[in-house]
């Protein structure tokens, strides 16, 4: 069984920056793909940012492409989510989400509850 616990984000004003963390449990961490997801009342569920098992591959929705990057730490059991010069469209759910395959094309295995970010202008 996979845990995932998001923290971080919050409000924040149009033009900072803010960072996610996505904190696993279990022992298949550091063999899954690992990724964020945002979400607007309303909206579909839109795919954020993945990364591969070992950090050596990654991929960015072209909406957060330039201002958000995602990383990892398989020590620490732990992703993150730098998101720089955010906007007010980036206010939204963001839930952290894995993949048992090790590639985050797919449907996930697991999700966290999310963690509000809120983008005032």
């Known amino acids: 069984q996979v845990q995932l616990v998001e923290s971080g984000g919050g409000l924040v004003q149009t033009g900072e920056s803010s960072k996610l963390y996505c904190l696993a449990s279990g022992r298949t961490f550091s063999r899954s793909a690992m990724g964020w997801f945002r979400q607007v009342p309303g909206k579909e569920r839109e795919f954020v940012a993945g990364?591969?098992?070992?950090?050596?591959?990654?991929e960015v929705a072209d909406s957060v492409k330039g201002r958000f990057t995602i990383s990892r730490d398989n020590a620490k059991k732990t992703v993150y989510l730098q998101m720089n010069n955010l906007k007010p469209e980036d206010t939204a759910v963001y839930s952290c989400a894995s993949w048992y395959s090790g590639s985050y094309h797919g449907p996930a295995d697991y999700w966290g509850q999310g963690t509000q970010v809120t983008v005032s202008s």
């Open positions: 990364i591969n098992w070992n950090g050596g591959s990654t």
